[in-house]
C-alpha cells in the first residue's frame, strides 16, 4: 500500500506454521460448545514462513524485496495444532 521496495521479517523465513481452516475452527468451537457429532477436519498444511511472504506478495502484485534480519527471533521452529484431545471427545 505504501509502494514499498523492502519489508522486514524478523528472523531467518525458515519456521514452519499452519493455519486452521476457517470451517474447520468453527465446527470445532460449535463441536465444543454444544456437543454434536462434526465431521472431520481439513487436511493439514505447513507453509515456510518465507514462502508464506512470498505467496502474499505473488497475491498482492507487490515486486519489492524481503528483507529477512537473523538477529532477530525466529520463534517457534514448528508451530503444529494438537487436534487428539478434540478427536478424543468424538
Known sequence: MRNARTVEIW????PKCEFPYVDDLADGLAFMRLGSRLPEPGHRDEIII???AEL????????????????KPDGT??????????????
Do not use: C, H, Q
Request: glycine fraction near 14%; charged fraction near 25%.
Open 50 to 52: 518465507r514462502a508464506l
Open 11 to 14: 528472523g531467518t523465513g525458515t
Open 77 to 90: 521452529p514448528r508451530k503444529i495444532m494438537d487436534v487428539s484431545k478434540p478427536k478424543a471427545l468424538g
Open 56 to 71: 502474499l506478495a505473488r497475491v498482492a502484485g507487490w515486486s519489492g524485496e524481503f528483507v529477512y534480519d537473523p538477529n
